[in-house]
């Protein structure tokens, strides 16, 4: 039993931990005394700070990432029956959005080394079929590594599929294209459409909400309606006009609106957004010194100029073990993913162990650390202590 189990007196750090500051509180505030609670000024605001923060022509503001992502695929024009292809390893709503639209969700293996969506499985799996085959990729910026969209854009074209990035752990993260380029991540360059999230834990916490970015003006101006019911105001693009009074009902849409609450408190956490991206570096470089050529690492930790670091992941041997002895000692590490493909929805659909080798063998071994902006250099090195302590070291 460690320390913490005996305890309870030990501060318990989280994988991840929101941070709210007293300007945010007067940002929430200031519109809790405004005449606009939704549908105000607070939701232009924010999705044009985001957009610039991205590099990204257009933002559009919804209630929260998996919303965004729905929007995202029903924008490019799924429709039922039609594939798309993404990674195992992710949260259930990047694959999710797929099957909401009637479309069929088919994984391809990661990369073992990086964990992001291999670009060489996907093109295989694209190879095998008959061109059309195929309607669209979801890659995801896992743990905030970046996906090098400029390959999966040749591929896509090729074979005459969209893209969809799932940025959702990546705001601020970079790559580097072909060109030499700085490409950040949902700048719309090479993905049709990017997805955030603003999840408490993730680096803008705006309680729940999410952002679709694009360089498209037809896609934005689809999924800003889609968001609304489907409703259009717009004299110019209504089938008639009555008067002042009236809105048309153009498509079945969504009531996906953020809040003008969520998206000034979104804002505010903008303006801190690099700093808080700065700590995340230094904590994983820390954790990087420290574990790196480590006998109890099953693999190397992978190393991103342009990580973002929403999640810091090492591969541990007796992971497992680790977990719990952690737990005892308050120190709430977590696994991210279990890969989507052994959930019993997508095993009943077909999937089964052994499809994805690459994705299970990291299941077995990985495990995110904890890592936030607020984290002090002393939760960190109790952290690295404690798992020094269950290998029996130092």
Known sequence: MGVGARNSSVKKIPYGRQHIAEED???????????????????????????????????????????????????????????????????????NCIQYCGGETVFADIDPDTRLLSLANVETLLRSAPKGTFKGIIAVDFAGCPVRMDLFRDLADQYGCWIIEDACH????????RFGETQFCGNG??????????????????????????????????????????????????????????????????????????????????????????????????????????PFLAREIHREAGHAYHLFVAEFKNR????????????????????????????????????????????????SLPLFPSMSDQEQARVIQSVYDFYDMR
């Open 170 to 177: 990546a705001p601020g993260a970079f790559f580097e294209d």
């Open 25 to 95: 509180i007067q940002e929430v505030v200031n519109v809790l005394r405004s005449e606009r609670l939704t549908q105000g000024p607070a939701i232009p605001a924010f999705e044009k700070a985001f957009a610039r923060y991205v590099n990204a022509p257009y933002a559009v503001a919804v209630s929260n990432g998996t919303a965004a992502l729905h929007l995202s695929v029903l924008s490019l024009g799924l429709k039922p029956g039609q594939k798309v292809v993404t990674t195992p390893l992710t949260f259930a709503a990047t694959a």
């Open 189 to 294: 360059v090479y993905a049709d459409a990017s997805v955030f999230s603003f999840h408490p834990v993730k680096h803008i916490a705006a309680g729940e909400g999410g952002m679709i970015t694009t360089a498209k003006a037809p896609l934005n101006e689809k999924a800003r309606m889609l968001r609304t019911h489907g409703i259009q105001n717009d004299p110019e693009k209504m089938v008639e006009d009555h008067g002042p009074w009236y809105y048309e009902m153009q498509k079945l849409g969504f009531n996906y609106r953020l809040t003008d609450i969520q998206a000034a408190l979104g804002r505010s956490q903008l303006q801190r957004a690099d700093e808080g991206l700065a700590r995340r570096k230094v904590l994983a470089e820390r954790y990087h010194a420290e574990f790196a050529g480590q």
């Open 320 to 367: 497992d073990g680790l977990f719990r002895h952690l737990r005892e000692n308050n120190i709430y590490a977590q696994v991210h993913y279990i890969p989507l493909h052994l959930m019993p929805y997508y095993s009943q659909l077909g999937w089964q162990a052994g499809d994805f080798p690459a994705a299970e063998a990291y299941y077995r071994h990985g495990l």
